[in-house]
């Protein structure tokens, strides 16, 4: 059985009954840390008046950001803690119902500050993982549709391969768990870029939204088919009950696309990766259908899969056709930040692909 852990915004509990200075020896028990933090009342005016209260964190922050992205180091255990600690903190930008207090310093200027800091360096640091060309208008075009054509059907790779071929139930049932951090929030972000001028770029991507939401049906929602799969294999279906499973390659692009939502100026950057992401997701989901469809589970247990490939379909053309090709045209000096986005998207895509596959091949379970 995969164990349930604790909700990581329990964290209140460990540390609340704590003296508020306090001295720990590792990223993990730092990171709980920082959850409490989150949860303090008028937490710019503590750190204000108690800077020791923030020492310990900022200790961590600072040997975390010359682990994570220097050359010679690239810590697993530092990559982890920045990216739990933005996932902690964009994860405020959206409305869970759940308790409201969570969210008392979703404006805090020292939050916003931690943020920023740990944005930064990763940025620039992501940045350097892909190869990044201001190629002119007349090469965008040709240039994702080059790249469509070739994502629509790509080649199986030792990754895809395990899934169709030699995953078995527990290790779907953790792929599942590692998922739903996404899964049971799915398209969330989107809505994040959907507010203003009307055009048919905005309404072509209000339709995707809409039918990511089901068309205001929850029965017919995508997250409401995720949770039916899980609950068919006896998962907890509560968002984020899996935090503690999931690898940082995977925060890291869930945080990417968060700032991306978040920061207007990466517009093009967000529809070019979207694009990337409507466009691979049939051939995806197609390998996780093959698995479950290989182990003879129910419709239940696999149908956000058949459902995803159906309308993803349709999703790819329409990102590439009325979204990412007219973006170009309406913004012909800065179309190549749309390459960027499908690169960086694919790339990060990949990356955590690779990571959960290595989790579940080096699990207990066999």
């Known amino acids: 059985m995969i164990l349930v852990p604790p909700s990581p915004f329990s964290s209140k509990q460990k540390f609340g009954s704590l003296l508020p200075i306090v001295q720990l020896s590792s990223y993990e028990a730092t990171d709980q840390q920082f959850a409490w933090l989150l949860t303090l009342e008028n937490l710019d005016e503590q750190v204000k008046k108690q800077p020791n209260l923030i020492e310990n964190f900022e200790k961590f922050l600072s040997l975390a950001l010359i682990e994570a992205y220097t050359e010679s180091s690239n810590s697993e255990q530092a990559n982890w803690f920045l990216q739990r600690s933005l996932y902690r903190i964009n994860r405020l930008n959206l409305f869970w119902f759940d308790s409201l207090q969570l969210y008392t310093n979703e404006r805090s200027t020292y939050v916003k500050e931690v943020r920023d800091r740990i944005e930064s360096v990763w940025q620039a640091w992501e940045l350097t993982q892909v190869d990044i060309q201001k190629i002119p208008l007349s090469e965008v075009k040709p240039a994702l549709q080059e790249r469509a054509e070739v994502d629509l ?97 995977v925060l890291a692009s869930i945080n990417h696309n968060f700032l991306l939502t978040e920061r207007k100026r990466h517009f093009l950057r967000y529809n070019g990766g979207l694009t990337y992401f409507e466009i691979a997701g049939p051939a995806i989901y197609t390998d996780y259908l093959e698995a479950a469809k290989r182990m003879r589970l129910s419709d239940a247990a696999m149908g956000y899969w058949e459902l995803h490939i159906r309308e993803d379909e349709r999703h790819g053309q329409w990102m590439l056709t009325d979204v990412a090709l007219p973006l170009a045209e309406m913004y012909p000096d800065d179309a190549w930040e749309l390459v960027l986005g499908y690169d960086q998207e694919k790339f990060m895509g990949d990356r955590a692909a690779a990571a959960v596959t290595t989790l579940i091949q080096n699990s207990n379970f066999k």
């Open 153 to 249: 059907n790509p080649f199986i790779s030792e990754s895809k391969r395990y899934l169709r071929e030699d995953i078995n139930l527990m290790g779907y049932r953790l792929l599942l768990a590692i998922a739903s951090l996404d899964g049971l929030v799915e398209a969330s972000r989107l809505s994040r870029i959907l507010g203003g001028a009307s055009n048919e770029i905005q309404s072509t991507l209000m339709r995707v939204l809409l039918e990511e939401y089901g068309n205001g049906r929850l029965s017919r929602k995508h997250s409401t088919f995720f949770a039916q799969m899980m609950a068919e294999l006896g998962l907890n279906t509560e968002p984020e009950a899996y935090l503690d499973l999931v690898p940082w390659q």
